[in-house]
């Protein structure tokens, strides 16, 4: 699609009080002094079309004209007029903006209130904000607009904004291309399987990180396990074997002393004899303590009952309290309520009504009087008679609820009484059961006093010491045996402590076996990762090479700088605009930066496959503006020139 301007009409504009451009769709040049309106032609297009100033934004612009004293001239309405001509078709949009006024309640005048509003036209048609900005919209994306018809605005995107824009216009590159273009890179592919580059480069540098750490420190960790081992002679085995075997030995011996025949004989006979004391112990007033404990479930029972009843007895209580304070509540109402109908019953009727006409005034007729006084007399004596009935019922009612009380406190009452019967009869009974577990108790013999007790706690004193005598001798000859064992222990203690620093040095010596085992792995893990990380750096050179070289074949005169090369051969991504190696921002001239941009606004041109009018500001810097596919409106300073002058250049 190509856009062309035909028409530019701007009034009260900024700077600009009326100027007219008839462009006709051809390449123009404005000429004009510093101050003269020059940018504010691209800036009136620009607020036409989108609101907004050339710096994109809806709030950095006012085109609000002001006085000398740099007050805005409110009531002026600023006005920007646009013939466009769209392939073969005419395209014609008018945008004001309009002062609102608010009315001064106290002065009642119109008044200022520093809001604006805007009117918008296309083909001469008003038409509503949305239908304006969407006519725009489907003509032409704001932000392309802007590129295409500003030489500085792709320069002054953010680099990343930049980069993203070159890489849509880009061809597609295929990595496999890449990979076949050099033998090094044959196995790459496999090596990508589930990582893009940039992430399987992370992951590999990672690795070689901590192999590196891993490698550093195992020559650390040999030395430190090389000082721990520790100077020990070897063990006599044929001497550990005769020490150990005669400890055995007496061990056996040990265990034969402790469990001599005659000492387990009289172990049993003490224990058979205890057990005999247990059951005449356990039989002796069993009897006796049965029946006592039969009565003391008895006893627990009949308690139970009195503690249920007593509840009982008081929640019937508090049953009785609540009837007898409800009765009072109602005694209390009926007699209220009864005062009231005495009192209504004395009433009697008066007439307290004026007798005089409500308009003129004057006293009305005796006849009259008499009409209202009956009228009066009529509504007393029924309204009496409805009230005095409804206070009746409501005595009735109250003394019909008042009888109901009595028959359920006494028939509560009764319960209580029946509750009380079963309590005493319960306390009657527990009283009984309480006694005979008394004379029970005090009937019981101790067993301890029995001849029976008596003779069988001698046999067992007789045995204790039948036994001690036994195991005295036993003991005199254990202590014996421990001793023994005791010196040959602490000699095998020497052995087993060289046998321990001797298994010590063992594990010490695989331990840097493998540590040694270890370190060759990783330097042939390490030798594999860098070969792969050098595949991948030398496919990211290569394809940032082809990426560049891609971007770069669509520009005429801009070359665009894509990566930088970090010391440790890693690239980051960038995007800056040169000229013959020169940057952009950094040492190229005005003239260059100028035919630079334009060169760009061509290639966006033809990707966006739009053209729209490009307004070239400070053109006066420029010997040779290269040609471009869309119209050109030069913007020339020129001392010449105190009034902005437009010269068609077809």
């Not at 994109?56 to 002001?66: A, E, R």
């Not at 014609?92 to 608010?102: A, D, F």
């Not at 067993?447 to 039948?466: G, P, R």
Request: hydrophobic fraction near 30%; proline fraction near 2%; charged fraction near 35%.
């Amino acid at each position: 699609m190509k856009l062309k301007l035909n028409k530019l009409k701007i009034k009260d504009f900024a700077g600009i009080t009326e100027k007219t451009f008839n462009f006709n769709g051809h390449d123009s040049k404005i000429y004009g002094a510093n101050g003269t309106g020059k940018t504010t032609t691209a800036t009136a297009l620009q607020w036409l079309l989108f609101d907004k100033g050339l710096d994109g934004s809806t709030k950095s612009f006012n085109p609000v004209p002001v006085n000398s004293d740099n007050k805005e001239q409110y009531e002026l309405i600023p006005t920007v007029e646009a013939e466009f001509s769209i392939d073969d078709n005419t395209l014609h949009l008018r945008k004001e903006s309009r002062p609102k006024y608010t009315t001064n309640q106290k002065t009642n005048r119109k008044e200022y209130n520093r809001s604006r509003t805007k009117k918008q036209f296309i083909n001469e048609e008003p038409v509503k904000v949305t239908d304006f900005k969407n006519r725009i919209k489907d003509l032409i994306d704001a932000d392309v607009f802007k590129l295409i018809t500003n030489p500085a605005a792709f320069n002054d995107l953010d680099w990343r904004k930049r980069r993203e824009l070159l890489f849509d216009i880009a061809d597609s590159i295929d990595d496999e291309d890449i990979i076949k273009s050099n033998d090094e890179l044959s196995s790459l592919k496999d090596l990508l399987s589930e990582h893009d580059i940039e992430t399987k480069k992370k992951i590999i540098g990672d690795k070689i990180k901590q192999i590196n750490k891993e490698i550093q420190d195992i020559p650390t960790r040999i030395n430190q396990e090389i000082e721990g081992l520790e100077k020990v002679e070897p063990v006599d085995q044929n001497k550990l074997d005769e020490l150990e075997k005669e400890i055995e030995t007496l061990k056996s011996k040990k265990i034969e002393l402790e469990n001599g025949g005659k000492e387990i004989e009289l172990k049993n006979q003490l224990a058979d004899k205890k057990a005999e004391l247990k059951r005449l112990r356990d039989n002796h007033n069993a009897e006796t303590d049965n029946k006592i404990h039969s009565l003391t479930n008895e006893f627990n029972a009949e308690q139970s009952t009195v503690l249920n009843y007593t509840s009982k007895i008081r929640g019937k209580q508090q049953e009785v309290e609540h009837e007898e304070k409800r009765r009072k509540v109602l005694l209390a109402d009926y007699k209220s309520v009864d005062a009231n109908y005495k009192e209504l019953k004395e009433k009697q009727f008066e007439y307290t009504q004026n007798y005089r006409c409500v308009c003129c005034g004057q006293k009305l007729p005796d006849d009259e009087i008499d009409s209202m006084k009956q009228r009066a007399l009529e509504k007393f004596n029924k309204d009496k008679s409805v009230e005095l009935e409804a206070l009746a019922e409501r005595k009735d009612s109250m003394l019909k609820d008042g009888k109901k009380i009595k028959p359920i406190i006494e028939d509560i009452n009764a319960e209580i009484s029946k509750y009380q019967k079963l309590v005493e009869d319960a306390n009657t009974k527990s009283e009984k059961i309480q006694r005979q577990i008394d004379e029970l108790k005090a009937n019981k013999t101790d067993v301890t006093a029995t001849d029976e007790y008596k003779l069988i706690e001698s046999e067992i004193s007789q045995i204790e010491q039948d036994r001690q005598n036994i195991m005295l001798a036993i003991q005199i000859d254990i202590d014996i045996i421990d001793n023994q064992i005791a010196e040959l222990q602490k000699q095998k203690s020497a052995y087993d402590e060289q046998l321990m620093l001797i298994k010590s040095n063992e594990r010490t010596h695989q331990r840097i076996t493998q540590l040694r085992l270890k370190e060759d792995a990783l330097l042939d893990e390490k030798e594999k990762l860098s070969h792969q990380l050098h595949q991948l750096n030398l496919f990211t050179q290569l394809k940032i090479k082809a990426l560049e070289e891609n971007i770069n074949d669509k520009f005429e005169m801009a070359s665009f700088k894509l990566f930088n090369q970090l010391v440790n051969g890693e690239h980051e991504e960038t995007c800056v605009t040169t000229y013959d190696g020169v940057e952009y921002g950094a040492g190229l001239n005005n003239a260059a930066r100028i035919n630079v941009g334009l060169d760009i606004i061509n290639t966006l041109s033809k990707h966006y496959n739009v053209t729209a009018p490009i307004f070239i500001d400070n053109a006066e810097s420029v010997t040779d503006i290269i040609d471009t596919d869309a119209q050109q409106i030069q913007l020339i300073v020129s001392e010449n020139y105190k009034h902005l002058t437009m010269v068609d250049e077809s």
